[in-house]
């Protein structure tokens, strides 16, 4: 069992920065990807960041170059850098832990999900 709660959140106005960061507990050796996820009002949930055991990462075309993910050394934390915000990142957003080595941004891979933090971009 793996136990995420994500915070960070807020509102900031376009061109702010965000950090959320998203606490990891339970068997945290067994997780090979962990990721950042979105999901706005009306719409389907898009993978935003991954980073696999080696620290290898991935992101959206949207947030490349604005977004960092990273974790801390024991892996209990996960964080997302998010700077240069724009209106359209707004939405709630989600980690989650994957079994998968594959570490995409396809959120079938992912078997465990915190409650969600939510961020708001005023332009």
């Known amino acids: 069992q793996v136990q995420l709660v994500e915070s960070g959140g807020g509102s900031v106005q376009s061109g702010g920065s965000l950090r959320l960061s998203c606490l990891v507990s339970g068997y945290i050796a067994s997780i090979d990807c962990m990721g950042w996820f979105r999901q706005a009002p009306g719409q389907e949930r898009e993978g935003v960041a991954t980073?696999?055991?080696?620290?290898?990462?991935r992101y959206a075309e949207s947030v490349k170059g604005r977004f960092t993910i990273s974790q801390a050394n024991a892996k209990n934390t996960l964080y997302l850098q998010m700077s240069g915000l724009k209106p359209e990142d707004t939405a709630m957003y989600y980690c989650?832990?994957?079994?998968?080595?594959?570490?995409?941004?396809?959120?079938?891979?992912?078997?465990?999900w915190g409650q969600g933090t939510q961020v708001t971009v005023s332009s």
């Open positions: 989650a832990a994957s079994f998968d080595w594959l570490c995409t941004t396809e959120d079938f891979r992912y078997t465990y």
């Open positions: 980073i696999g055991r080696g620290g290898n990462t």
